[in-house]
């Protein structure tokens, strides 16, 4: 997901599911105008990027285990 436009900054963060990366907190407001996230929301954002993660690495652990055979 790029930064880019979303929160007006004008920074690119690092390509990931859920926006985790550069101004983590921005929220997309328009014209400069920016709210960070709150408690509740980076926690529910950061664990569904875990839960995201860990499907990535079974799937991975999986294909290691195809290669192996």
């Known amino acids: 997901m790029c930064h880019t436009g979303e929160c007006g900054c004008g ?3 690092p390509h990931s599911p859920h926006g985790m990366g550069h101004h983590q907190g921005c929220y997309g407001g ?3 105008h920016r709210r ?3 408690k509740e929301e980076t926690t ?3 664990e569904e990027y875990l839960a995201y993660l860990k499907a990535e690495t079974k799937g991975l ?3 290691i285990a195809e ?3």
């Open 67 to 69: 290669l192996k055979k």
């Open 30 to 32: 328009g014209f400069g």
């Open 61 to 63: 652990e999986e294909y």
């Open 36 to 38: 960070f996230l709150t």
């Open 44 to 46: 529910a954002r950061l």
């Open 11 to 13: 920074h690119q963060a």
